[in-house]
T-cell receptor
Framework: SQTIHQWPATLVQPVGSPLSLECTVE??????LYWYRQAAGRGLQLLFY??????ISSEVPQNLSASRPQDRQFILSSKKLLLSDSGFYLC????????????FGPGTRLTVL | AQSVSQHNHHVILSEAASLELGCNYS??????LFWYVQYPGQHLQLLLK??????LVKGIKGFEAEFIKSKFSFNLRKPSVQWSDTAEYFC???????????FGTGTRLKVLA
């Protein structure tokens, strides 16, 4: 069966520090991968999605970037965190040849101080 | 612009009451429609989905939703809610051509025992 992992689960970082959040998927090949930020009252905001290795689509101009170095690995990064980057970050995947149901990871709670 | 609107941000019901959560969307092309649910402390998970065919779709736990194309709506319903339905509900719209998904801001449902 397929599983999706995210780490770390929680992270507290100072303003101006770098960020790297990792998401990996097991049990499937060539998934589409997604990064969302979930904020109270604002729902899920799509940040990035990827349909293949090295292919990244950015949805919202911001202080973050994403990379997909391997088929089942999706990384969210920042060179210098801002206070406004605090939030709950969710990774998700779908099987492009499947029925387009998105499967979500457990999320990472990021607090920038 | 692509968007999803959930008009009810917070809903409080007593057990056995009927539920209807509104979802309206603005999205070009052929749409795929979803409702996801996030129970306290758990991952987001799929409740039901519509791709084509019968506009009335049934999901898990007695939920159903109706796609009304002329109204760009996909409202979620349940005839009789239970305390265990307390959760946050998200409507989402996607397109199998672009693999891009837009989520609504969510509705927090609290069911009183």
């Amino acid at each position: 069966s397929q599983t999706i992992h995210q780490w770390p689960a929680t992270l507290v970082q100072p303003v101006g520090s770098p960020l790297s959040l990792e998401c990996t998927v097991e049990g499937t090949s060539n998934p589409n991968l997604y990064w969302y930020r979930q904020a109270a009252g604002r729902g899920l905001q799509l940040l990035f999605y990827s349909v293949g290795i090295g292919q990244i689509s950015s949805e919202v101009p911001q202080n973050l970037s994403a990379s997909r170095p391997q088929d089942r690995q999706f990384i969210l990064s920042s060179k210098k965190l801002l206070l406004s980057d605090s939030g709950f970050y969710l990774c998700a995947w779908i099987l492009a040849s499947g029925d387009n149901e998105q499967f979500f990871g457990p999320g990472t709670r990021l607090t920038v101080l | 612009a692509q968007s999803v609107s959930q008009h009810n941000h917070h809903v409080i019901l007593s057990e056995a009451a009927s539920l209807e959560l509104g979802c309206n969307y603005s999205y070009g092309g052929t749409v795929n429609l979803f409702w996801y649910v996030q129970y306290p402390g758990q991952h987001l998970q799929l409740l039901l989905k519509y791709f084509s065919g019968d506009p009335l779709v049934k999901g898990i736990k007695g939920f159903e939703a109706e796609f009304i194309k002329s109204k760009f709506s996909f409202n979620l319903r349940k005839p009789s809610v239970q305390w265990s339905d307390t959760a946050e509900y998200f409507c989402a719209v996607g397109n199998s051509g672009t693999y891009k998904y837009i989520f609504g801001t969510g509705t927090r449902l609290k069911v009183l025992a």
